[in-house]
């Protein structure tokens, strides 16, 4: 009798991915898949490092979102080439979602591409969108345990921002723990503690800027 097989769930996304990668590659753009949870405050980061890096570099966001269009008002203030992509009940953006909102921007005037994933920590992680790199965001206020709960993210990513460091005195945290986990998970994965909100990001825009010059070297 002939057995069903049942093919990589993901074999379509995956080919996807590619053909936004080769585009974006071709444009001469680092792309960042930036992810997590709702409330960490990836949107807050974005809006500052637009503001930094202002006439440095050449930045579009592709945010993803719900129902809603606020992230993409705010980050507009900031930022002329931003596209919101609404998955409605979808937890994750898809790479074909993405290669639809690349059709609405022109690749050829940046130098980063950013896409603010849906809140989420765990099903976005498993989606190949054609980025460079996955870039983790934690906070402070979230809890320590959140990297041992989520390890995926921590295996996957390039980069860990843990967040909102100014509510430090104010939040029971144990710091110690979450470095040990994330060493523990993927002791390549570098961490970077920042707060978006207070503007101490230097770490994170001096990242940003040496990503560029080594895509264009």
């Known amino acids: 009798m002939d057995i ?25 753009v680092f792309c960042i898949d930036m992810i997590g949870s709702p409330g960490c405050g990836k949107t807050a980061l974005l809006e500052t490092t637009l503001k930094h890096l202002a006439g440095q570099l050449r930045i579009g966001v592709l945010v993803g979102d719900l129902t809603t269009t606020r992230d993409a008002q705010r980050i507009a203030q900031w930022c002329s080439d931003v ?6 009940k979808g937890c994750h953006l898809d790479a074909n979602q993405v ?19 849906v809140g989420n920590l765990i099903c976005p992680v498993g ?4 980025q460079n790199v996955k ?11 959140k990297a041992a709960k989520h390890p995926y993210i921590v295996q996957e990513a390039e980069l860990l921002l843990l ?4 509510l430090k005195p104010y ?6 723990q979450f470095r040990e986990d994330i060493d ?16 101490w990001i230097a770490d994170w825009v001096q990242w940003l800027s040496r990503q560029v010059v080594s895509k264009v070297s």
């Open 99 to 117: 290669r639809q909102g690349l059709e609405q921007i022109d690749l050829a005037n940046l130098d980063i591409l950013v896409i603010e994933n």
């Open 83 to 88: 596209v919101q992509i609404n998955t409605g």
């Open 171 to 176: 939040v029971s945290f144990d710091l110690r």
């Open 163 to 166: 967040n909102k460091m100014d």
């Open 184 to 199: 523990r998970i993927n002791s390549d994965v570098q961490l970077m503690e920042i707060s978006a909100t207070e503007g």
């Open 135 to 145: 870039v983790g965001v934690f906070s402070i206020a979230e809890g320590d345990d």
């Open 4 to 28: 069903p097989i049942v093919e990589n769930v993901l074999k379509l996304n995956d080919e996807v991915a590619q053909i936004n990668r080769a585009k974006i590659r071709d444009a001469g």
């Open 127 to 130: 989606f190949d969108l054609g």
